[in-house]
């Protein structure tokens, strides 16, 4: 039987920083980690170019990307600080769209006889 080490999630080269509204991000969308840093918050980590870019949630973020799939191009735009009608809270508001899949955009998915168990 062969094994290959669990890695414990995507390295990435930097983390997303919206400075300004309609800052944005655009990249596959290529995994989740969850309970990361001192907030236990949520990174998604997106390919963009040749980069890995770790993408910080939040509740706007998280709630948008939980119907996301692995494997989506993903779009996420700044739209700036808004207050909360509910709370009076100032937080950061984000748009998150999702790329449409056209015949040969899928994302290869790996040879399953390469597999050994």
């Known amino acids: 039987m062969e094994y290959k080490k669990v890695l414990l999630g995507a390295k990435t080269d930097r983390t997303w920083n919206a400075e300004k509204t309609n800052d944005y991000i655009e990249g596959r969308y290529i995994e989740k980690n969850e309970n990361i840093g001192q907030n236990k918050s949520n990174m998604y980590v997106l390919e963009a170019g040749n980069e890995k ?21 993903v779009k996420i735009i700044y739209l ?37 168990f």
């Open 53 to 73: 870019v770790g993408v910080w949630g939040s509740t706007v973020i998280d709630s948008q990307m939980s119907r996301v799939a692995i494997g989506k191009m």
């Open 80 to 116: 700036g600080q808004e207050k909360s009608d509910k709370t009076g809270r100032i937080y950061k508001n984000f748009e998150v769209w999702e790329g449409i899949d056209k015949a040969g955009d899928e994302v290869p998915e790996a040879d399953i006889e390469d597999i050994n």
